[in-house]
T-cell receptor, first 109, second 113 residues
Framework: DAKTTQPNSMESNEEEPVHLPCNHSTISGTDYIHWYRQLPSQGPEYVIHGLTSNVNNRMASLAIAEDRKSSTLILHRATLRDAAVYYCIGGGATNKLIFGTGTLLAVQP | EAGVAQSPRYKIIEKRQSVAFWCNPISGHATLYWYQQILGQGPKLLIQFQNNGVVDDSQLPKDRFSAERLKGVDSTLKIQPAKLEDSAVYLC???????????FGSGTRLTVV
């Protein structure tokens, strides 16, 4: 599984877009990029995943660099309920997710 | 659909005592995982089951931790004897096919005193 690097923390204002970066320079060609988030006192929840193309769902968008060495999770309009730890994970070939320390996102009203 | 159920929600024990956690995954999910999350860290995988067989338990401290998955459905994780450093949240997750779409339970918060 690929090693990922994320900022320890980020801040955003409510109703503004948030771009959460992730570097995964050692990712292999078959490894997916997964994003999970963990709200306080809850287990992680799935956000989005992708391989090469940019992906959109009701929660977020995932922009993947052409060389696949980095990606960005985009929350289009942050709300207070989006305050959480966001984990970027590269992998999948072994059917298991290996979490790093993630990015703690604070959302200010 | 019902989520991943875990119990108990909280547990406080003294060191050297034993404790067990229970997990009921989403119906039909073949793969089940137990993670340990120490405060301020990301979840750490302890063991992975595929149906009722162990796929990976390389990070499980086998001198004190054990886990089983009965009939490929429910699972229990046991610690005996507990140490202070076992204080953590123990998370159970299940998935239908691979890593695309794990569903986690809310976890069991263990405090060892």
């Amino acid at each position: 599984d690929a090693k990922t690097t994320q900022p320890n923390s980020m801040e955003s204002n409510e109703e503004e877009p948030v771009h959460l970066p992730c570097n995964h320079s050692t990712i292999s060609g078959t490894d997916y990029i997964h994003w999970y988030r963990q709200l306080p006192s809850q287990g992680p929840e799935y956000v989005i995943h992708g391989l090469t193309s940019n992906v959109n769902n009701r929660m977020a968008s995932l922009a993947i660099a052409e060389d696949r060495k980095s990606s960005t999770l985009i929350l289009h309009r942050a709300t207070l309920r989006d305050a959480a730890v966001y984990y970027c994970i590269g992998g999948g070939a072994t059917n298991k997710l290996i979490f790093g320390t993630g990015t703690l996102l604070a959302v200010q009203p | 659909e019902a989520g991943v159920a875990q119990s108990p929600r909280y547990k406080i024990i003294e060191k050297r005592q034993s404790v067990a956690f229970w997990c009921n995954p989403i119906s039909g999910h073949a793969t089940l995982y137990w993670y340990q999350q120490i405060l301020g860290q990301g979840p750490k995988l302890l063991i992975q089951f595929q149906n009722n067989g162990v796929v990976d338990d390389s990070q499980l401290p086998k001198d004190r931790f054990s886990a089983e998955r009965l009939k490929g459905v429910d699972s229990t994780l046991k610690i005996q004897p507990a140490k202070l450093e076992d204080s953590a949240v123990y998370l159970c997750a299940s998935s239908q096919t691979g890593v695309n779409g794990y569903t986690f339970g809310s976890g069991t918060r263990l405090t060892v005193v």
